[in-house]
């Protein structure tokens, strides 16, 4: 029904604008007005919600393990940690480009990082540790695991990404929501974050383009030694004491 991106927010937007012709030709009582705008926006709240509900769920195990291990380790694995819902916007575009059914349901059942934690660590083995303290914990359950550490995408990028599924608790049930974890070094993520910007200029000839893709992979590789040499100088500081 929608063939192009922005036809579903537009579709939206001109439904809303055709309601508030409606109630102003018909008289509408201003309080029936809201209710049923609130009554048409409530699902789509609710569904949000649901998601930054998932994301304190997550980050509380993280901040709570972070304790932990600064304690056994005599140092926080973690540096920081980043989280965020996915936008209207790339959600719809999402939909569109994978053709999935224009329903929260499906949206919910098909697209899996609406909700997304990044957790930047010190050392690589510090990555692997917090992911298996992860996901032993038994109200969480593993959808998928993707290592681009040990697997690193063509382009260099390094990270080890889950989908896992968290419950959330409501006020009458309880809801299994699903969030994406990515979990990489300070190294990976400066990498990532610079990469990330330079991908999207595409006013470049291809041959330039090609010239800095094979710069971009040749960081990545010294990104990745600089990680593996952090960890060596670690690992015999820690046999050291």
Same mark, same amino acid.
């Given at each position: ?8 927010? !537009?579709?939206a937007?001109d ?14 009582n201003?309080?029936?007005f ?13 569904? $949000?919600?649901n ?10 195990? $993280? ?5 932990r ?8 694995p ?12 790339s959600?719809?575009r ?6 999935? +059914? ?8 098909? &697209? ?21 303290c992860?996901?032993? /914990? ?7 695991r993707?290592?681009?550490i ?10 080890l990404?889950? &989908?896992?599924?968290? +419950?959330? $608790? ?8 699903k969030?994406?974890?990515?979990? !990489? ?5 400066f ?13 470049? +000839? +291809?041959?330039k ?6 710069e ?5 590789n ?5 990680? /593996? ?7 015999i500081i820690?046999?050291?004491e």
């Amino acid at each position: 029904m929608y063939e192009k991106q922005g036809d579903i927010l !537009r579709h939206a937007d001109d439904m809303a604008k055709e309601l508030v012709k409606f109630s102003e030709r018909i008289n509408f009582n201003e309080e029936m007005f809201l209710d049923i705008i609130q009554e048409s926006i409530a699902p789509a709240e609710e569904f $949000f919600a649901n998601y930054a509900c998932a994301i304190m769920e997550v980050e509380t195990k $993280f901040k709570v393990l972070n304790e932990r291990f600064s304690l056994k380790y005599d140092g926080n694995p973690i540096e920081s940690i980043r989280s965020r819902v996915k936008d209207y916007d790339s959600i719809i575009r999402k939909v569109i480009r994978k053709n999935i +059914p224009r329903d929260l349901e499906s949206i919910e059942e098909n &697209i899996h990082d609406i909700a997304g934690v990044r957790v930047i660590c010190s050392f690589v083995d510090d990555i692997y540790r917090l992911a298996n303290c992860l996901l032993q /914990q038994d109200d969480v359950t593993l959808i998928s695991r993707k290592d681009y550490i040990k697997n690193p995408k063509p382009s260099g990028y390094r990270s080890l990404h889950l &989908i896992i599924s968290v +419950p959330i $608790f409501l006020e009458n049930e309880k809801k299994d929501v699903k969030v994406e974890v990515q979990l !990489r070094t300070i190294a990976m993520d400066f990498w990532a974050s610079l990469e990330h910007k330079l991908k999207y200029k595409k006013n470049l +000839p +291809p041959e330039k383009i090609d010239m800095l893709s094979n710069e971009l992979i040749d960081c990545a590789n010294v990104s990745a030694s600089l990680d /593996q040499r952090m960890q060596n100088v670690r690992n015999i500081i820690l046999k050291g004491e």
